[in-house]
């Protein structure tokens, strides 16, 4: 049973994991102008957000220098952090 719920667990963290980075990459390419904020740009975005930003807000508190938001890394580092924490 616990078997199932690490594995589960590791799952989650995995696609949260890709989902920061997902973000990230769209976030990147809205602002330097790759991409038009159009159609499908707009559903994967809002997608993206309403996925990541429950963990990303409590942390953006803290993790800003300036005008830079690092609150993805240290999102990720957390998040790998505890998967490898309860893989053993």
């Known amino acids: 049973m616990i078997e199932i719920f690490i594995a589960l667990f590791d799952s989650l963290i995995f696609f949260l994991t890709l989902a920061i ?23 994967i975005h809002q997608s993206l957000v309403v996925v990541t930003e429950p963990i990303l807000y409590p942390i953006r508190k803290y993790a800003r220098i ?23």
């Open 21 to 43: 980075f997902a973000r990230v990459i769209v976030d990147w390419l809205l602002v330097a102008g790759i991409v038009k904020y159009e159609n499908v740009i707009v559903t």
């Open 66 to 88: 300036g005008m830079i938001d690092l609150s993805p890394m240290v999102a990720i580092i957390v998040l790998s952090t505890l998967g490898r924490i309860l893989s053993g």
